[in-house]
């Protein structure tokens, strides 16, 4: 089944490289060690002469631009409604687009205790100054560009096979120069090329300058494909079940908040954050159980027509 295929290779690929660190730590192999455990630039020598390519505030803003252009694209994607929408609807908000994008945010939060709490216990000073066992900007990153990716194809309001979103088979051009294109689907694209190059920017930058070492980005790149695949099983295998999915995030946030204070005796998060947290959790539990009537609905049927 389509839906199920990329889940199984993202799983596939955790396990690999899951199986892989585990028996690079029995067997010791030293060459590799070299390679997964070192800093490329020492960022606290006084005799590292600063780079032109680098700055601390300039990717900080970007890093945060990001996270703004994620969430626009969201509330974008709910309030931008389809043709068909307009006309078989009263209301122009999709409210299985606003479910899903709240869903996948306090999720990812959820997520990152997981994140912080790894960090803190593998206790791998390694590039910094405190426990960096586990990339969060890793973590994030990757998250996202599938989520984002996946969602965008799969969720939206008139949801396509990717390939409507790069070439246009019709006139021999790519998309977004197309004059059959809708303006939205432009609009959509230009935000998945700012959040995938500000992306790749943002973790190249995290390795070559010295913040992490491959051994720390490979964990915090295992955790983001693994918190994928289980959101987007959980999306598909919980949506026939009323009660399902709002009960599995609210179990998730019980654990992990909980978890990351337990280990490391903090909320690794600002007042904002939680503010936006709690906002998000409720927007799920509000149009999942009201405008939606606790039933998703399944667009992979709709994909198979199309094709």
């Known amino acids: 089944m389509i839906k199920l295929t ?8 955790v396990s690999f490289l ?4 585990l028996l690079e730590e029995v067997w010791k192999v030293y060459w590799l060690e070299g390679y997964l ?3 490329l630039i020492d960022r ?3 005799n590292v002469l600063p780079s032109k390519w680098h700055d601390h505030r300039f990717s900080t803003l970007l890093f945060e631009c990001t996270q703004l252009s994620v969430l626009i694209l969201f509330l974008f994607q709910s309030f931008w409604p389809s043709k068909n929408e307009l006309k078989n609807s009263s209301t122009s908000i999709n409210w299985g687009s606003i479910f899903v994008s709240s869903y996948a945010i306090v999720w990812y939060i959820c997520t990152y205790c997981f994140c912080y709490s790894f960090a803190f216990l593998l206790q791998d000073w390694r590039c910094n100054r405190r426990a960096n066992s586990v990339s ?3 973590c994030y990153h990757i ?9 965008t194809v799969r969720l939206a309001s008139d949801p396509q096979n990717f390939s409507r979103y790069l070439w246009s088979d019709r006139e021999g051009k790519l998309v977004i120069f197309s004059k059959r294109t809708r303006i939205s689907t432009k609009i959509t694209i230009l935000f998945l090329v700012f959040i995938f190059g500000s992306s790749i920017f943002t973790i190249s930058q995290t390795y070559l300058f010295g913040y992490h070492t491959a051994r720390q980005i490979i964990y915090g790149s295992l955790l983001a494909v693994f918190s994928h695949f289980i959101l987007i099983s959980s999306l598909y295998g919980g949506r026939n079940n009323k009660h399902f999915l709002p009960l599995l995030l609210f179990a998730l946030v019980s654990v992990s908040f909980p978890f990351v204070y337990f280990i490391t005796g903090e909320i690794p998060f ?11 959790f409720l927007m799920v539990c509000y149009s999942y159980w009201y405008p939606l009537n606790g039933k998703l609905k ?9 094709k």
């Open 37 to 39: 455990d070192r800093c």
């Open 44 to 46: 606290f020598d006084s």
């Open 143 to 151: 998250f996202y560009l599938l989520t984002v990716s996946y969602l």
């Open 18 to 21: 899951s199986l892989f660190l």
């Open 136 to 138: 969060g900007h890793f």
């Open 270 to 280: 600002k007042t904002r954050e939680l503010i936006f947290c709690a906002s998000s």
């Open 298 to 306: 399944d667009i992979s049927d709709d994909l198979t027509k199309r």
């Open 6 to 13: 990329w889940n199984k290779f993202l799983l596939a690929l």
